[in-house]
């Protein structure tokens, strides 16, 4: 890999792991529910009118927007609001790499060597010291969404390896259309039909711009330029050598928290995120077959093995 591609994909960890202030910022004036709803609509709308459908089978389609866009927001976006520390969030959100391994063995028949069995074991153990320090503040909550966001997204993963799509970017700007309706449908049940609206009509204002310029930056950085970038480098390099920048997000999520936002995690959480990460690493490396199927250009065999320890690398469109 050359240096401007490390560039690059440190410039994605950047945005990805800046983009869960984002969302704090947004949160603090749209109702959550709807926030999720309107960050794809906003996406929806143009991919409609302006890009050509992947030709891949409706059903994975759906699969992949179901469990990436809708179930993974609606609980990500209901644990921030609930409590949850931005900088942990990105970090817990991690969760959906084990989740995506477990799901693969047991309802692809994936294999999951050694190595990855023991990252998993590590990355879990890791969650639940974050889970222990969270329910000695009586905070537990916040944290098992949070999990459950992390299970959506590997539901999404499991789509969008069942597509085997050959246009990863189209296939992940269809993957917007699917959440809105359902995602709007929640928030009118549970926040009230005007609620968001009216949050959306003040957002305008000089006091709500704030909320405005969250959303902006979801859109346009985190969801279009990060992942446009990441699929950039997935066409250029094996998964196993783009991976690692993945493993930064939550590093910049928890340092751009305690920065600009004042969070400050407690030790045990801190000792719980380097316990994932390094469970998320060990458990990384590939065989070459694995690699192989991953790499563009090339026939996808059935799964042989379980992807590496994280979440699907062309996708983190929240981040």
Known sequence: MNNRDRLLGLTVAVLWGLNFLAIRVGLDHFPPFFFAGLRFFVIAIPVLLFVRPPKVPIAWLLL???????????????????????????????????????????????????????????????????????????????????????????????????????????????????????????????????????????????SGWPALAGLTYIVLLGTIAGSGLWTVLISRHPAGVIAPFSLLVPVVGIAGAWIFLGESPSALSLIGAAVVICGCLGGMTGTRGTTEAMSPGRDRPRFREAEPCLPDPRLHASK
């Open 64 to 206: 992949y927007g179901f469990g990436f866009g809708f179930l993974q927001f609606a609980f990500l976006f209901a644990a921030m609001n609930a409590g949850m520390p931005t900088g942990l969030a990105s970090l817990v959100l991690q969760s959906s790499a084990p989740f995506t391994i477990v799901l693969g063995a047991l309802l692809l028949h994936e294999h999951v060597g050694r190595r990855r069995t023991v990252g998993i074991t590590v990355a879990v153990a890791g969650m639940v010291l974050i889970g222990w320090d969270r329910a000695q503040a009586a905070s537990l909550l916040p944290v098992v969404l949070t999990l459950l966001a992390g299970l959506g997204w590997a539901f999404g993963n499991l789509g969008n390896r069942l597509a085997r799509s050959t246009e990863p970017m189209r296939l992940m700007l269809w993957m917007c259309v699917v959440p809105p309706l359902p995602m709007l449908a929640l928030s009118a049940a549970i926040e009230g039909p005007y609620t968001g609206w009216h949050a959306l009509g003040e957002s305008f204002s000089s």
